[in-house]
């Protein structure tokens, strides 16, 4: 907080496209969508259009004990575009709730099922699923959650396969099958205790880290075989961020359960979903005294405008044929990344379609981190706004999420602004 005082704030008053405008009047790119939210940019007429029609029927009305015209249109459209199997959606708020309603659902599953004992998790170290305290249970990250150590559930954790920091190798393919052996032995040895397993298809906060190809479909055939349900976290990688409107279609995964949020609604307002397949869903569905009710419900569940919003959102999506035009554009991204790499603390450029971490070390040969205390992840987003653009870092590795609406133009001058902050902030590191 003393920091943040002590700082110029940015105090934002409009946007338009994939720029934002603060009280001052500066302009800046909006190069993280809004923390990972935005699609199509901002004031987009049609979403616009969508919310003003809505509000001509109604804003809101409870989703508890009955249903709306909008959440139900957007549940079918939700359903059509999910990964094959997913066929129940259950509304919240959030990408943390979702998180919360999927762990209730896991962990409820296996109990009205007469199933004893699966009552744990097993999550991946780094994860990051919300911040609400069921979810920093299954999240290890410890800047963020060890402060509430006392508060959590217990949680099995193993290592993601990050292949750049891996202690399994260091190519994809080492990487991939030491990890997948240690969740087969913690299966092998633990999975009477095990309910489910939570990932995130792309480390997200951890850092930006994609899983190596086929790692997903591997991790879905072990959780098959040792009847262990599979969680997957689409919060930040769902709605075309990656180049596939989900990030299990890279791997061809249905979850058992999937959490949708952040680009739900195109970034305009809070929906969040999780969704199921019919066979967990069929152990909730009961007489009422079975006492086999999932419950779970928040005030503004369902939310017109924003179920609305939503799917104007998912309509702009196949118009503009996004997805696909995301999946080309993220090559030319990769070029124009490019000569970051080059730079002598740039120690890893990852990307997965419009997801970029940008690791920077002190070293490049050893992979040995700046002390934290310098925090060149902070400086390098703040010489970034200096040159008219918003970042948010995760510690040393710098963010870049742009909208997926950016043309090639407003990627390229975006990158070169990336580019030439790091440069300046890192070349010249003597300059604390
Ligand atoms: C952002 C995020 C969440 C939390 O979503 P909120 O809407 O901020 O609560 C959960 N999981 C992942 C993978 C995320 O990136």
Redesign the pocket.
Known sequence: MKEYLADEPVIIESGSGCRLRDVKGHEYWDGVSSV?LNVHGHRVPELDAAIRRQLDYIAHSTLLGMANVPAILLAEKLIQIAPPGLAKVFYSD????A?EIALKMAFQYWKNRGVDGKTTFVTMREA????TVG?VSVGSIDLFHQVYSPLLFPSIKIPFPNVYRSPFGDTAEEVKNGSLKMVEEVFQQRGDEIAAMIV?PVQ??GGMIPMPAGYLRELRRLCSAYDILLIV?E??TGFGRTGKMFACEHDGVTPDIM?V??GITGGYLPI?ATLTTDTVYDAFYADYDELKTLYHGHSYTGNQLGCAVALANLELFEQKKLVSEVEQKAKELAVYLEPIRSLSHVGDVRQAGFMVGIELVEDKATKKPFPWQQRLGVRVCRRCRELGMLLRPLTDVVVFMPPLSATLQELKEMTNILYQAIAEVTEDTSVV
């Open positions: 990972w959030s990408g943390a709730e998180v990051y699923h919300g911040d979810a995130e997200g906060a976290d919060v930040a959490t949020a952040k969040a």
